[in-house]
């Protein structure tokens, strides 16, 4: 339905159709019968439909249809028989509403198609794209007041034993519960994405070291609790960059929290490392 989050912003769009289509009925009372300006009618239909999808399309083809036969009326010879204006009342709104609700469909498809593009189809968490765009946007209002910013990544250990033993459905089914356990551990403003296969990036702005070291075990503490981790023996290897001083671009952020990973898989697994920027030191958990 509406693109508007607010029923103020909705309101105010049904308001601004009702207006848009009484000034092209005005128009169309002016110009009188010999001047053709139906085609008018379709600016404020095709908008609203555009913002307010099928309810809007309905709206505004009912009251196109009836400002345009009340101009029709008008503007008619006075001996013009009922049954007339009702057929063009029939076929008029049957043009509009056919207009209206295509333009609704194209909106729709093409919300979803940007919406399938910025998102994992699997997961429904953000693809690498949207991941970048956002913590990109995330970052620089953190450098911007030099606060701390941190990004982790997560690797599940063992999950391709998952794929070869049980298959890909079962597989899939984990890399959503994993998903889910993230989204669940994290804040309203943090950032997570699937960046394809089992790797998972987290983006937590305003987050030091002591904060993001606490949130990173709780998710690894959840995944691993997980009864659907626990009974195919999956864990999550997590390595972290911190930046206080949110100095740093993404590229670079991503590149040390991916070293970070890698030295806990070729390690002992199943722990959260940290790396500070400025000295680079790093901090393993237990």
Not at 44 to 49: G, V
Not at 164 to 185: K, N, V
Not at 235 to 250: C, K, L, P, R, Y
Request: proline share 2%; aromatic share 8%.
């Amino acid at each position: 339905m509406p693109q508007y989050s607010s029923w103020r912003s909705v309101a105010l769009a049904y308001a601004l159709t009702t207006l848009g289509v009484m000034a092209v009925g005005l128009v169309d009372y002016v110009t009188g019968s010999e001047i053709h300006v139906v085609s008018l009618y379709f600016v404020p239909l095709a908008i609203a439909s555009w913002r307010l999808g099928r309810t809007g399309a309905v709206f505004a083809s009912l009251l196109s249809t009836l400002v345009w036969l009340l101009a029709l009326y008008k503007t008619s010879p006075s001996d013009t028989q009922p049954y007339i204006l009702a057929l063009n009342f029939l076929t008029q709104g049957t043009a509009f509403l056919t207009v209206s609700i295509l333009f609704a469909w194209l909106a729709q498809a093409l919300q979803k198609e940007k919406l399938h593009g910025r998102t994992d189809a699997l997961t429904g968490l953000n693809n690498r794209q949207a991941f970048i765009e956002q913590a990109t946007v995330a970052l620089a209002i953190c450098q911007r007041h030099t606060r701390p910013v941190s990004l982790a990544y997560i690797d599940l250990d063992n999950f391709k034993s998952v794929n070869d033993s049980w298959g890909h459905a079962q597989g899939d089914a984990l890399l959503c519960s994993c998903a889910r356990l993230i989204s669940d551990g994290l804040r309203s403003n943090d950032i997570a994405a699937r960046f394809g296969g089992d790797e998972f990036v987290i983006f937590l702005p305003e987050t030091g070291r002591t904060s993001a070291q606490a949130l990173l075990e709780r998710i690894r503490h959840a995944l691993g609790n997980s009864e659907d981790f626990r009974s195919v023996g999956v864990t999550a290897s997590i390595g972290a960059v911190i930046d206080e001083g949110a100095g740093s671009d993404i590229g670079t952020l991503l590149k040390r929290a991916d070293a970070q990973m890698y030295a806990v898989k070729h390690g002992s697994k199943n722990r959260v490392t940290i790396c500070c920027v400025q000295n680079a030191s790093l901090a393993r958990s237990p």
